[in-house]
């Protein structure tokens, strides 16, 4: 299995800024596209951003502009720098990783991080 522990939640005021890190552990062979999505209450999840290997990435047009995803892929580790945040980016941010194990080669799967919760007051 792979486990994905997120951190940098937290609660902040509109304008300020936050920033998320995921790390995947486990018996990983290789980890291709990583992302973070977000859920708010009575909504249903949302992709928020995602970055391939060569550091390609994709945003929902509601961040881009504000938030800059990026990764290190020698420490399996993804980030998100959420800047200029409104009272609309409050959610459990949740981290995505598709991660294929060395016991499972060549299949790969979907694995999701607890989520964190992220605040944003006006």
């Known amino acids: 299995q792979v486990q994905l522990v997120e951190s940098g939640g937290g609660s902040v005021q509109a304008g300020g800024s936050l920033r998320l890190s995921c790390t995947a552990s486990?018996?990983?062979?290789?980890?291709?596209?990583m992302g973070w999505y977000r859920q708010a209450p009575g909504t249903q999840r949302e992709l928020v951003a995602t970055i391939n290997t060569s550091g390609s990435a994709n945003y929902a047009d509601s961040v881009k502009g504000r938030f800059t995803i990026s990764r290190d892929n020698a420490k399996n580790t993804v980030y998100l720098q959420m800047n200029s945040l409104k009272p609309g980016d409050t959610a459990v941010y949740y981290c995505?990783?598709?991660?294929?194990?060395?016991?499972?080669?060549?299949?790969?799967?979907?694995?999701w991080g607890q989520g964190t919760q992220v605040t944003v007051s006006s």
């Open positions: 995505n990783a598709h991660a294929t194990l060395r016991s499972t080669w060549p299949a790969g799967s979907n694995y």
């Open positions: 486990g018996n990983i062979f290789s980890i291709n596209d």
